[in-house]
Structure formats: structure tokens, C-alpha cells
């Protein structure tokens, strides 16, 4: 995460610009509220998936009928990826 968050005016200010004013006692709360997001996001990409399939895969495979067009579709990435 950047070393500078999101205060409550700034986030006053660009809820305004996108034409979503908002009231004064939810500023803080939206700024928070975005930081927290941020940081999140932050984490994710940092994140080192390595080998771990999407999850399009993962809930195709699941399906007992899809199973092996799943397995077929991954050992093609593979072959694929090793060209």
C-alpha cells in the first residue's frame, strides 16, 4: 500500500467529481473504507500464484460430467505453454 492514504476530504472530492456527493458525516467512513480496499488489493497482487489454475478451472473441474474435458483443456495449456 502507498505510504499516503486517502483522507476524508480527498475522498469528499473525487466522490463529487464523479457526481456521487456525499454527506458529511460519510466521508471518513468512504476514505476508510477505500484504503481498506486498496490495502486488499495491494496484498492480492503481491500474491505469487505460481502454478495454481484459474478459477474458471477449478469450478469446470468440479463438474463430475466436465472432469476430463477439464484434465484435456489443462494438458493443452501445458503442451501449449511448453512450445
Do not use: K, Q, Y
Request: proline residues 4%; aromatic residues 2%.
Amino acid at each position: 500500500m502507498s505510504a499516503v492514504e486517502l483522507t476524508a476530504a480527498e475522498a469528499a472530492r473525487c466522490a463529487l467529481r464523479t457526481g456521487l456527493p456525499l454527506a458529511g458525516e460519510r466521508h471518513a467512513d468512504v476514505a476508510a473504507t477505500a484504503n481498506h480496499i486498496h490495502a486488499v488489493i495491494s496484498t492480492l497482487r503481491d500474491l505469487d500464484f505460481g502454478e495454481t489454475l484459474p478459477a474458471a478451472h477449478a469450478a469446470h473441474a468440479a463438474h463430475p460430467v466436465r472432469a476430463a474435458h477439464a484434465a484435456h483443456v489443462v494438458e493443452r495449456e501445458v503442451a501449449d505453454a511448453s512450445l
